[in-house]
């Protein structure tokens, strides 16, 4: 995950007539280049659902991919955070530093089984 890095915490919303979730962002950074250290990449590996659907925080259209025709890539927040504490501990990056607080107070004021995170980009 280089340069081109933005993560997402977003809520899901289950939609019981089409069995689909919908993920809305509650919250959007540009994480420019992490590095591949630390597990950041191996954090990525799994694809949203093709038929659900990820509205980033502009109104309009699903985002379905990046520039790059890859699929959204979704984690839980424990295993960001668990990346994100190993790296803020060697590393001294303000947007990482932002992104754990984001998500932990974010977890503390809502249901956390609704939040996940989303990876678009390279």
Not at 45 to 69: L, R, S
Not at 97 to 121: F, N
Request: glycine share 6%; charged share 30%.
């Amino acid at each position: 995950m280089g340069y081109e890095s933005r993560v997402y915490v977003v809520r899901s919303t289950e939609n019981v007539s089409s069995e689909h979730n919908w993920y809305f962002t509650v919250a959007a950074f540009d994480m420019c280049y992490m590095g591949r250290n630390y597990g950041w990449n191996e954090l990525w590996k799994n694809e949203i659902d093709a038929q659900d659907e990820f509205y980033g925080i502009e109104e309009g259209e699903p985002i379905t991919e990046d520039a790059y025709g890859d699929k959204p890539r979704i984690a839980e927040p424990v295993d960001v955070l668990n990346v994100l504490e190993s790296f803020n501990a060697s590393e001294d990056y303000w947007r990482a530093k932002m992104l754990e607080t984001c998500i932990r107070q974010v977890m503390a004021d809502s249901d956390g089984s609704k939040i996940k995170i989303i990876h678009v980009g390279h």
